[in-house]
DNA sequence: GTAAAATCAGATAATAATATCTGATTTAAT
DNA sequence: ATTAAATCAGATATTATTATCTGATTTTAC
């Protein structure tokens, strides 16, 4: 089951911050990526391209070739990575799955939900990857 | 895509909302609870039925059967219904998608994502349905 | 130039979630 | 008794998500 973010939205933030967490001027293969992600890696390439296509990640083709963060660490944010994969609906609708969230009609948990869908936006709009580079590393060197 | 609850639990979480802010002794009708809330009837259908089979809800058979909730509002929480439908896996698992989700192996967002995590577990239990009654009318009348 | 290693694009497969259908059974009213 | 209206059980259909495959293209190293 899906907490909040699709499988795709999940690995692409995985390798996102994997992509941090390593060396800048260096790419990484979709194999490597996956490998050390312990994900499908067809499926993180799929996710690696189109995240090319956003321009969150640029790509070197060819041999020798691999993704690599299309800008600093410091100028990308989780929300960026999930804006791009999953979209921010989630961040507008109602937690009990009825229609017209607002405070206008509102459903019976409509605001401790907003307050929490609130924080739960900040968390990934407060800090920029670079932030994470040590908490990613031993997570990773933990799987 | 599915923000927290998959759709069966959305619709049931409604579902119960509903018979809690009705008549506490007469039954409803999957058809008419559907058409109420605006939702698949068959599936909700469904739902009702699994629910039954939990012991959240007792349902009617035969004519002039339905369903009502199996126990006083005050006794049932939105947590019970998410248990018996989706279970509580999302209270524990990691919401960037990595495994092992403790503190002893935190990823970038853990600590603030297990704040966000055990509140939005104090929404759910917080409060018992009969609390709800009114908000749940009033939302119901708005879709 | 040839081979190897990579992205890339598009098709396909597998699985899960959502939704609907069919018929059986139960119950109440007439 | 008969009929109508409901749950119920199980099958089926539909759609979305997740995952894999195939081959083309690009690039580097030799
Ligand atoms: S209406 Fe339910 S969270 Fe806003
Ligand atoms: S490890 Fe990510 S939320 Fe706990």
Redesign the interface.
């Given at each position: 089951?899906?907490?909040?973010?699709?499988?795709k939205c999940?690995?692409g933030?995985?390798a996102c911050?994997y992509l941090a967490a390593n060396k800048k001027d260096e790419v990484y293969t979709s194999d490597e990526i996956a490998k050390q992600l312990?994900i499908p890696k067809e499926f993180v390439s799929k996710i690696l391209q189109s995240l090319t296509a956003s321009g969150l990640i640029s790509s070197k083709k060819g041999k020798n070739g691999g993704f690599s963060l299309a800008k600093d660490p410091q100028k990308i944010k989780?929300i960026d990575i999930v804006a791009a994969i999953?979209?921010l609906?989630?961040f507008e609708?109602?937690?009990?799955?009825?229609?017209?969230c607002s405070s206008d009609?509102?459903?019976?948990?409509?605001n401790?939900?907003g307050e929490?869908r609130t924080?739960?936006y900040q968390?990934?709009t407060e800090e920029t990857l670079d932030?994470?580079k040590e908490?990613?590393l031993?997570?990773i060197n933990?799987?």
């Amino acid at each position: 089951m899906t907490i909040i973010f699709s499988k795709k939205c999940e690995y692409g933030l995985q390798a996102c911050l994997y992509l941090a967490a390593n060396k800048k001027d260096e790419v990484y293969t979709s194999d490597e990526i996956a490998k050390q992600l312990k994900i499908p890696k067809e499926f993180v390439s799929k996710i690696l391209q189109s995240l090319t296509a956003s321009g969150l990640i640029s790509s070197k083709k060819g041999k020798n070739g691999g993704f690599s963060l299309a800008k600093d660490p410091q100028k990308i944010k989780l929300i960026d990575i999930v804006a791009a994969i999953d979209g921010l609906d989630i961040f507008e609708n109602c937690v009990l799955g009825f229609p017209n969230c607002s405070s206008d009609t509102p459903c019976p948990v409509h605001n401790k939900w907003g307050e929490l869908r609130t924080k739960a936006y900040q968390m990934l709009t407060e800090e920029t990857l670079d932030v994470f580079k040590e908490t990613t590393l031993t997570k990773i060197n933990n799987l």
